[in-house]
């Protein structure tokens, strides 16, 4: 079985540029999460979708970070502009459903300078 | 709220020795509870979960854990380590209560495993 998807590993840019990170679930995967793990800390939950519908987006800063699932399936989340501290490792995780146990991706590695 | 503790930054031990890596938490409800693995560049590895049952859970690599209500702890263990355990372990939990069983992750404890 293929595993969770997600591109690109690694990210270079600048302060105030935009950037996207891609995520392709488990297939028949219902709920997908993004966290942001920066260096020395555990996963953040940012976002939580269950099918095309968000669950829970409470630690997701709005003004900067946006996320969709549009088909329920693929999942992208931008950070426009991006900021020095948004500098972390992004996961893509996803389960079969909110109580399950959830399968993370490699990440994607985000350096902004 | 709740929270999850990871006490040690770093947990040394020789090969072959017994290893235990401390987790504590802290939720409204009944927890559901979970310990993953971290090898350097990779994404998270899920070992093991308790949601109800057995206090103690057997899991992935021969890693288990021993859920203790009383204490809220969820400690992971394995008889004997391997150096190839080395690597960055966190505990997480979920709790029920609410409907989105949000996971909280602890800040991580890094296992060295010595020949």
């Known amino acids: 079985e293929a595993g969770v998807a997600q591109s690109p590993r690694y990210k270079i840019i600048e302060k105030r540029q935009s950037v996207a990170f891609w995520c392709n679930p488990i297939?028949?995967?219902?709920?997908l999460y993004w966290y942001q793990q920066i260096l020395g800390q555990g996963p953040k939950l940012l976002i939580q979708f269950q099918n095309n519908g968000v669950v829970d987006d409470s630690q997701l800063p709005k003004d900067r970070f946006s996320a969709e699932r549009l088909k329920g399936v693929d999942s992208t989340l931008k950070i426009q502009p991006a900021k020095l501290e948004d500098s972390a490792v992004y996961l893509c995780?996803?389960?079969?459903?909110?109580?399950?146990?959830?399968?993370f991706g490699p990440g994607t590695r985000l350096l902004v300078l | 709220a709740q929270s999850v503790a990871q006490p040690e930054d770093q947990v040394n031990v020789a090969e072959g020795n017994p290893l235990t890596v401390k987790c504590t938490y802290s939720?409204?409800?009944?927890?559901?509870l979970f310990w993953y693995v971290q090898y350097p560049n990779r994404g998270l590895q899920f070992l093991l979960k308790?949601?109800?049952?057995?206090?103690l859970v057997k899991g992935s690599y021969g890693f288990e854990a021993e859920f203790n209500k009383s204490q809220t702890s969820f400690h992971l263990k394995k008889p004997s380590a391997l150096v190839s355990d080395s690597a960055l372990y966190f505990c997480a939990v979920r709790d029920p209560v609410g409907g989105g069983f949000k996971t909280i992750f602890g800040a991580g404890t890094r296992l060295f495993v010595k020949a």
């Open positions: 939720v409204s409800g009944n927890p559901y």
């Open positions: 297939s028949g995967h219902a709920t």
């Open positions: 995780a996803s389960s079969t459903g909110l109580q399950e146990t959830q399968y």
């Open positions: 308790y949601i109800t049952g057995d206090n």
